[in-house]
């Protein structure tokens, strides 16, 4: 960055070729890895998503609900770990306490909870008439 704070162009572009690809691969794996080892709430989502993704599969449902239930499942997990970065960035500047630290901290657990929401909405939406064909199925079978 300059003296003005502006943003200076590279010595050298930055490769646009395949092993940019694989170094970003590389680094996704890391990040992934990290949050696996440091983060409970990923740990859980991680294991959700284990239970989700096949439900998701094998559901008897369209083919655009079934992407809605995955997407809505890797959403969590995409919001999770962008929370998990504004959280080490913010203790990597200083870990004593401060008011805009708490705030960034609390804005990103607000956007995971709304992530979880907007999930259990879509799972809710989609299932909940498969549910109810299955409930009325196995209620007029019984009488």
Known sequence: MSERGEIEAPETPPSIGPERVVKAAGYSRDGLRAAWRTQGAFRQEVLAAAVLLPLAAFVPVTLL??????SSVLFVMVVELLNTGIEVAID????????????AKDVGSAAVMFSLVIAGMIWL?????????????AAGSVF
Do not use: C, D, M, N
């Open 65 to 70: 609900e079934r992407v809605l239930l995955a």
């Open 125 to 137: 939406a989609i299932l909940w008439p498969v549910l109810a064909g299955w409930a009325r199925s």
């Open 92 to 103: 990597r500047i200083s870990r004593e306490p401060h008011p805009l630290s708490k705030f």
